[in-house]
């Protein structure tokens, strides 16, 4: 079946820029997160939801960060006037939702570049 | 606040060698731990997933053994090939804090035929 899927692969934008990074879920899995990878670093928690409330957005850097997940599906990862410090992978993951036991299946990731 | 260490950061063999990939963690309150393989850009995938009850998990040439009580948790890969070249993470889930996922930075392994 078909795994997580990130679009767009590549955003290269300019400082102060608004981005949107959206990610597709395998079907039927109720857990999603986010994650940025730095170079050279492993990745990073950004926020988690369980359905379509944020369970835990403790990992956001700061309030220009912003995702969601208005149907429990698909999520939208915002970021507002863009930094440099900002370029990185990101980097979705979902999971049936019994986080006990639940293997995270990752999509290939976003690569943003900031300008 | 929960750490995770891998050593090495980098290790070349030649083919066919049997090696360890070594993870530690600060805080034994986990769920469970994941090892993920990573190729050049792209995503991750899951190899091993040990349980926090577990002491090791088997997948084919690949071993991950966990001693929670002492925080380490290592990878056995046994008879090594050019195509296990790749980046391998660790990662602990957290206890009571959801799914969410402590990752280290990572072995970069190399495997010359």
């Known amino acids: 079946g078909a795994g997580v899927s990130q679009t767009p692969s590549n955003k290269v934008t300019e400082k102060g820029k608004y981005v949107e990074l959206r990610c597709d879920p395998i079907s039927g899995h109720t857990a999603l997160y986010w994650y940025r990878q730095s170079l050279g670093q492993g990745p990073e928690f950004l926020i988690y939801f369980q359905g379509t409330g944020a369970a835990d957005d403790s990992g956001l850097p700061n309030d220009r960060f912003f995702a969601v997940r208005p149907e429990g599906s698909v999520s939208t990862l915002k970021i507002q006037r863009t930094e440099r410090g900002d370029s990185a992978v990101y980097l979705c993951?979902?999971?049936?939702?019994?986080?006990?036991?639940?293997?995270?299946?990752f999509g290939p990731g976003t690569r943003l570049t900031v300008l | 606040k929960q750490e995770v260490t891998q050593i090495p950061a980098a290790l070349s063999v030649p083919e066919g060698e049997n090696l360890v990939l070594n993870c530690s963690f600060t805080d034994s309150a986990i769920y469970n731990l994941q090892w993920f393989r990573q190729d050049p850009g792209k995503g991750l995938t899951s190899l091993l997933l040990?349980?926090?009850?577990?002491r090791e998990q088997t997948s084919g040439r690949l071993n991950a053994s966990l001693d929670k009580s002492s925080g380490r948790s290592t990878l056995y890969i046994a008879a090594s090939q050019p195509g296990d070249s790749a980046t391998y993470l660790c990662?602990?889930?957290?206890?009571?804090?959801?799914?969410?996922?402590?990752f280290g930075q990572g072995t970069e392994l190399s495997v010359k035929p």
């Open positions: 040990i349980q926090s009850s577990q």
């Open positions: 990662a602990v889930s957290i206890y009571n804090q959801g799914g969410k996922l402590i």
């Open positions: 993951a979902s999971s049936p939702g019994h986080h006990r036991t639940d293997t995270q299946y």
